[in-house]
């Protein structure tokens, strides 16, 4: 399938939380769509609204928040699904992953028995046939000796073999779109790029959508086709995961370049943090909302909001008032690279 017939198509998703009579907002209308077997990346800092994105599109947001636009999943649109509806599509046809999958399981109930449970709960299938399945899938998520891990409980396991589970409990019902939102943070470097190779592969076999929500530019050049970034919830620059580390157009896209984690000596090491702090929602600047941090603003950076607009041959789209000042190295004494 190509990105013209995508799974899941979200437009203009503004998330706000109630404070009284008023709204303070966190996502002020993004947008992106995902393929049937591609993988996109929503990247940015602590912060900038991605697990509130993520939750919006399984209907998990806070009792407080309030999500407006649109989220079509296959046939469906699923924004503000309440109650028995959103729960047979959620895991049926859209499962997420959380970065500690430890609050995600159940720890009085073993392993085998969450599968079986996840699996049952959308598909009517005798106990034994939901064991075989559930059996099935931890050796498909290679858990090493799965029959002794089928009976043990979460306590039992090291963090990268409870996020297999975790992946084999969203995989129990096959969904369209699997959602993973900081899924190997808490995971020491060999894992999380084992874990990652895990979804590569499952996704290439089911054809399964990701989004893969992470704060680390590192792992998407590796993991995703296309990418978004996000600062202060908005997209701030699009485009495919090739394009965006061959020209990455946004300040804040170099930044993150420049600052992600390279492997050294054994260790993941930061080479470039970018100064200052994600603004928190309260606190947000007006004009662009990346200006107090950014190496390129100008006076008016302060002023104007920047919205975004194509940018280069492909799909690539920017939000920045100087991106072509910045892109024209020969007129441009500019430098933002570390
Ligand atoms: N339940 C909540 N109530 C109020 N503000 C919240 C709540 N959850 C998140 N926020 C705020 O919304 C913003 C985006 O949060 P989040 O989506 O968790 O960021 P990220 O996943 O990118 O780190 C942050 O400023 C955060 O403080
Ligand atoms: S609009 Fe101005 S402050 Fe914002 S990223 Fe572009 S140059 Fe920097
Ligand atoms: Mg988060």
Known sequence: ??????????????????????????????????????????????????????????????GNARARGRVRLEDHDILGLQGEA??????????????EPMTALNPVL?????IVEAIREHDAVSAAEARARAGALLARVRIPDPERRFVEYPHQLSGGMRQRVMIAMALACSPAVLVADEPTTALDVTVQAEILD??????????????????????????????????????VETGSAASLFATPRHPYTRGLIAARPRIGSGARQRLAEIPGQVPSLGAVPRGCAFAPRCPAAGAPCRETLPLLEAAGAAAERVACLRWKDLHAPEQSPVSLDA
């Open 198 to 235: 895990l979804i590569d592969d499952l996704r290439r076999e089911t054809g399964m959508a990701v989004v893969l929500i992470t704060h680390d530019l590192g792992l998407v050049a590796e993991h995703a086709d296309r990418v978004l970034v996000m600062y202060a919830g908005r997209a």
């Open 86 to 99: 959103m729960r047979r599509l959620r895991g049926a046809r859209i499962a997420m992953i959380f970065q």
């Open 1 to 62: 399938m190509s990105a013209d017939s995508p799974v899941l198509q979200v437009e203009d998703l503004r998330i706000a939380f109630r404070e009284g009579a008023a709204e303070r907002a966190a996502v002020h209308g993004i947008g992106f769509s995902v393929a049937a077997g591609e993988t996109l990346a929503i990247v940015g800092e602590s912060g900038c609204g991605k697990s509130l994105t993520a939750f919006a599109l399984l209907g998990l947001l806070p």
């Open 110 to 114: 073993t392993v085998g028995a969450q």
